[in-house]
């Protein structure tokens, strides 16, 4: 029986293969295939080997290449430096407010605004603009906004007679700042997400829920968001990685302080690998972010997206 069942679909693979090359997609994939696997090789797939190489070194990054073996000292110190794991502390809260905060709020939008008219393509556009705008240009705006000298911050703290405040400078507003600058930044993202799956969903089912009595509440709850799922799943994986990944707006922001208060996993890695010329050091952050980021991604595509698309 075994044989039965394997033989038809042996037979199959070479008649597959010439069709392939008779469509010339065989030919396309030979072309496109070896300068992709180069540049992988050349960006992606070496520089992960030798970060993980100078991990297990103690190098300023000068001279020939490192020759100070110290081996998983780097990693041991990780685990007993406090702003190492203040930082991984801050990275996680970045993702749960991306979670919590960032998708909600784009959905929400997305409901109230997917609709094809003027007005929603206006404020469509209003809300994508941050996401478009440069990481660094968002930061030294929102950073003039917060200047307590010179920004908008002080213009009202001068106008209401009160002392001048410097949110970006004190431990406790610093981070709450970063919050909502993260989440006015990458809200539209998601948003334009969500509206394009709810653009998808077909009208006569929507008409027909209302036809038989649907309030636009049970519409929403029972119809558009069950819809989503695709759109949430796709939307969620980009805001955990995006949020591993924040740098561009700490250095401009904060830079980390004040006291290494608002470092996240990467803004470390810059500041006390790269800046303090520690690239052994550095090299062990980059790899715990390697891990953390694989691990999530197999998982989530895995045990997420795989029943998804079942």
Same mark, same amino acid.
Do not use: C
């Given at each position: 029986?075994?044989?039965?069942? @394997? ?28 300068? &992709? ?6 960006? +992606?797939? *070496? ?10 070194f ?8 490192? @020759? ?9 110190r990780? $685990?007993?430096?406090? @702003?190492? *794991? ?21 959905m ?12 929603? @393509? ?11 705008? &440069? ?10 906004i917060?200047?307590?000298d010179?920004?908008?911050t ?10 001048? +405040?410097?949110?970006?400078a ?20 998601? *948003? *334009? ?5 709810l ?34 799943v796709?939307?969620? /994986?980009?805001a955990?990685? !995006? ?12 830079? !980390?302080?004040?006291?290494?208060? $608002? ?18 050091? !550095? ?8 891990? +953390?980021?694989?691990? /999530? ?6 045990f997420?997206m795989?029943q998804?698309?079942?």
């Amino acid at each position: 029986m075994a044989h039965t069942h @394997t033989a038809p679909a042996a037979a199959s693979r070479p008649s597959r293969l010439r069709k392939a090359m008779r469509d010339g997609r065989l030919t396309t994939i030979l072309f496109f295939l070896p300068p &992709a696997l180069m540049l992988f090789t050349l960006f +992606v797939f *070496m520089p992960l080997l030798e970060g993980a190489w100078y991990s297990g070194f103690k190098w300023s990054g000068y001279g020939e290449g490192p @020759t100070d073996w110290v081996g998983s000292r780097n990693f041991e110190r990780l $685990t007993k430096h406090s @702003t190492f *794991m203040r930082s991984f502390n801050n990275t996680l809260v970045f993702v749960g407010v991306a979670l919590l905060l960032q998708i909600p709020l784009g959905m929400a939008m997305a409901l109230l605004i997917y609709r094809k008219s003027k007005s929603n @393509t206006f404020f469509r556009l209003v809300f994508f603009v941050p996401f478009i705008l &440069a990481e660094v240009a968002t930061g030294l705006i929102w950073s003039f906004i917060f200047d307590g000298d010179y920004g908008v911050t002080s213009i009202f703290t001068t106008w209401f007679g009160w002392e001048q +405040v410097y949110p970006l400078a004190d431990r406790t507003w610093a981070m709450p700042v970063l919050l909502l600058v993260f989440v006015w930044k990458y809200f539209g993202f998601h *948003m *334009m997400i969500f509206i394009a799956a709810l653009q998808s969903i077909p009208d006569d089912l929507i008409e027909a829920a209302r036809i038989d009595g649907g309030t636009p509440w049970q519409i929403t709850r029972y119809i558009q968001i069950p819809m989503l799922k695709p759109a949430i799943v796709v939307s969620v /994986f980009f805001a955990v990685v !995006g949020s591993l990944q924040l740098f561009d707006l700490i250095i401009p922001l904060t830079r !980390g302080g004040p006291s290494n208060t $608002t470092h996240t996993l990467v803004s470390y890695l810059y500041n006390f690998g790269l800046v303090r010329q520690k690239v052994g050091f !550095g090299s062990s952050v980059g790899v715990v972010l390697f891990i +953390v980021s694989f691990v /999530f991604a197999f998982s989530y595509r895995r045990f997420v997206m795989r029943q998804g698309e079942k």
